[in-house]
């Protein structure tokens, strides 16, 4: 077990590697840097100033010390100033942070608290017609795009019933601000939860324990909540990892359709402002938060299944 | 003019300069068709290529190759991708090559898996006793097996690469202005939302009729070329 998470951790520690690469590399394939990091007035500036970044990107090294310097920055959680605001880019990302937290925790918890029960539901009523209806809104869910979904939303719900506000956070939670939010962004989540489920109960309502179960006589509902359910709950928490992923990017679009003052938004304003440092501390930090909730996913797997083998 | 509700001369109605949504959605299928293969394809082919070498050779390249793959399904993709557009500046070309770059990894698990399981086959055996070079047991051996799951694969994510195109044109950083565009139809036309509702639907709809038929057309491939995979 200690082995299997030490080997974790170092993937971890290589993907995040890997990204500060890329981020790091790309920054350097059109040119010169200074570019990036000096934005629109980089034309006409004064040939000291000009110098000065030279030394403070450290351009006098060679690329790789380079790279390596620059890393070293960043791990002592030095990201730079963002072009635009002249802010920390750390500080900038702390800020608004909270606001995307939150709307992520809840889109999780709205996924997976409809998109399971749905699943069971779905495969213990196979063949009839709310089985269809389940199965016709996951396909639709999977397959339709989240930021069109969410402008749906607002046009029936904002737009022409007025129940709910179109968009922005305003202070606090604010259970009428996230709902709309909320829902576009467990939308996805949700249908492939009940996919996975529904599959992987009905495998496991036609397997030999199960069948026992019943000649037995257990009732109904203990069959599928404790004989089935707790054998079919690996396959949606392997998919987790992909929820949490797909929440990510996801958090990007929804916080675009809806003014949402998260990180989300902070990145997409970046890329239009050619806020190169913001951009890449985003990604970096996204990373860092992507390889910790895939560790401690990984944990709480092996911990649930004692069958999976740790090599 | 602008904004028409659907009418006999305009199905879908109009946008907000008067130009015929069914027209538009129509000439950004083409682009999105283009964008689509050309990506997919070049993912495959990397993919397939690594994962074939990879799987094939075995050792020290394998491991290499797949802690790479691990490492790179555990980056903040749409991020990664937002760099590259900030960088690169967006034209079809960037939207091609970022959008391959998301599905090489997939392609060189499976092919891996596949050629593992060939390569100590006894056909690929005698070939080599035969005396058949590396490159022509891979190519002439190993890659007609493993060919069909990858392009059943390949189907299926296909959904999957045409979202991501339609919200990166969403955001602004896919296929850039002068060509029509689903995606970005929808971004310029949301603030008519209340007038013209109409404007934002019908390119959405489209989009998911698109992938729903690419889920389909996954499906029923993976049936007929291999119908021991089917699920229930």
Redesign the interface.
Known sequence: MGQFIARRVLLGIIALMLAMLIVFSLSRVKGDPRYFFIGEDSLGIDPAVWEEWGRRLNLDKPVPIQFALWMGDILTGDFGDSVTTQRGVLEIIREKAPNTIQLGIIAWLLGTLVGVPLGVFSATNRGNFLDYVLRGFALFGQSVPIFWLALVMIFVFAVNLGWLPSGTKGEGLAIRNFVMPAVALAWFPAASYLRITRTAMLEILDSEFVKFARAKGVAQVPVRWKHAFRNAIIPPLTLSVFVLFGLLNGTIIIETVFAWPGLGRLAIDALWATDYPLLAGLAIIYGAAFVVMILSLDIVYALLDPRIKYN | MEDENASISYFLGTDALGRDILSKIIAGARITVLVVVAAVGTGVIVGTTIGLVAGYFGGLIDDIVM??V???N???????I???????EQSLETLIIVLAIVSWPGAVRLVRAETLSLKNREYVALARVAGASNTRIMIRHILPGVVNIVIVTATLGT?NII?LE??LS????GIPPPEPSW?RM??EE?QY??AA?WT??F??LV???V??SG?FLGDWFRDRVDPTLR??
């Open positions: 802690r790479f691990d490492a790179w555990i980056l903040p993709g749409l991020l990664i937002l760099v590259i557009v900030l960088v690169l959904g979202l339609a919200s969403y955001l602004g950083a995606g929808i971004s949301r939302i209340d509702w934002s639907l390119p959405g989009i998911a009729m992938v729903m889920n699920q229930l």
